[in-house]
């Protein structure tokens, strides 16, 4: 049982954390009184329980009530620095045809803000893309965008930069061109460009068509020519390297020499080969083979690219010339192994007394191969054979034929002669 006292004790020591009971009167106790006294200790002691247990067990997880006070941290700044992380950038588009407006609808979905000038009018189409367009070059120059970004084709690319009212934009100005060459833009940029200007020589090697479905791991390849060590034009040059590394570009970090190298060897080629299958006029067969369809699709590719391209790609990168002239001997090569093959069999079935029968065609195909220096070629005076060849390796192995055979080829002579296919000599020794 309880006491009085022991009640007045209890009530007389109380802590924060405990709601009073209620206050004790001066005449007796009621049982009302009483039982309200014993209801509030009973209830104290089970929280003291719980809690306690809490303690030995481990607590509950904990129920958040209120967001701002529940973070540990302060996402809200962290947020804002990685926004900061990657600040939009105003760019100037000079050359806004095709290419400049598949850049810059991938850039305007970026957030940056996007001003474009070109020769024709664009005005319309940049509107629907969220671009402002200037027909006055004097005009988006003095909007100071932080970069200009030239999208023109090779063959203007110089008269274009020379155009550009250069005194209007400020002296950091940062100048980037996607060109398909490489040291040609950027000994241009060197030679014509304010020396406290910034130069990033880019090409992405790919296009409105390769691109069409997005970007990822497509090569974007770039070389930073010349950047001012401030950490500002640092950080914009390198938040326009970023527009193409968000879109999953294949990044490829290359100086503008090496660059030309390997295009020479892979993007001139690509174009030469395509245009001169177009030259052929190949046409889809029923019986397509995977190799053929893939020449189709090379024709298809290469011919939706200007001439003004494939001829900048070749009178603007040094490395093109010696290309071609790789692959016309190439093409020799090959088509000297034919014929040589062609003039053996001639022989072994000459030499086995079977006869040979050509069409006009055939003979006059041997003939001009002949005159191309493909084939061997012959000439007789009297009985003595003056022998000609066109690739040196056939040389040596006809000056190793025996004396002996002279007699049986003055009759192979004979033979062909006869049949009208006798072939022309060459004036000198190759």
Not at 332 to 340: A, P
Request: proline share 5%; with cysteine.
């Amino acid at each position: 049982m309880f006491s009085l006292s022991s009640l007045q004790s209890a009530s007389s020591s109380p802590t924060k954390s405990i709601r009073q009971p209620p206050p004790f009167p001066s005449h007796p106790l009621s049982s009302r009184h009483i039982s309200q006294t014993l209801h509030f200790l009973h209830r104290y002691g089970r929280r003291h329980h719980h809690r306690h247990h809490r303690r030995l067990h481990g607590a509950e997880p904990l129920r958040i009530r209120n967001i701002d006070a529940a973070q540990p941290y302060d996402y809200e700044s962290k947020l804002s620095k990685l926004h900061n992380s990657f600040s939009k950038l105003k760019i100037g588009i000079i050359g806004f045809g095709n290419y400049g407006q598949f850049l810059a609808k991938t850039l305007v979905k970026q957030g940056h803000t996007i001003l474009a000038h070109s020769r024709s009018n664009y005005s319309e189409i940049a509107a629907k893309l969220g671009v402002s367009f200037f027909s006055d070059p004097n005009d988006l120059c003095e909007e100071h965008p932080e970069v200009i970004l030239l999208c023109t084709s090779i063959l203007s690319t110089e008269s274009v930069l020379r155009s550009l009212p250069l005194q209007r934009l400020k002296r950091s100005t940062l100048f980037v061109d996607v060109l398909s060459v490489k040291e040609f833009p950027r000994s241009l940029f060197l030679k014509i460009l304010p020396p406290d200007s910034d130069i990033l020589c880019t090409h992405p090697m790919f296009g409105p068509e390769s691109g069409k479905n997005g970007w990822s791991e497509l090569p974007f390849v770039y070389d930073k020519v010349r950047i001012g060590r401030s950490e500002v034009r640092v950080k914009r040059c390198d938040n326009f390297i970023d527009a193409f590394r968000r879109e999953g570009c294949r990044m490829v970090e290359m100086s503008c020499v090496e660059h030309d190298r390997y295009a020479a060897g892979s993007q001139f080629i690509t174009h030469m080969m395509g245009r001169v299958l177009e030259k052929l006029n190949l046409e889809d067969t029923p019986i397509n083979t995977k190799g053929y369809e893939s020449l189709l699709n090379l024709v298809e590719n290469t011919s939706k690219d200007s001439f003004e391209l494939f001829y900048g790609l070749f009178l603007y990168n040094g490395n093109a010339i010696d290309q071609l002239h790789r692959l016309t001997l190439a093409f020799e090569l090959v088509k000297q192994q034919l014929f040589g093959n062609l003039h053996g069999l001639l022989r072994k079935q000459h030499f086995d007394g079977s006869e040979m029968c050509f069409t006009p065609n055939e003979t006059k195909l041997l003939l001009d191969a002949s005159l191309n220096g493909a084939a061997f070629t012959y000439t007789f005076s009297g009985n003595k054979q003056d022998q000609r060849s066109g690739p040196a390796a056939y040389v040596a192995e006809e000056e190793e034929e025996e004396e002996e055979e002279e007699e049986e080829e003055g009759k192979l002579s004979s033979d062909v002669s006869r049949k009208g296919l006798t072939f022309a000599s060459s004036s000198s020794d190759n």
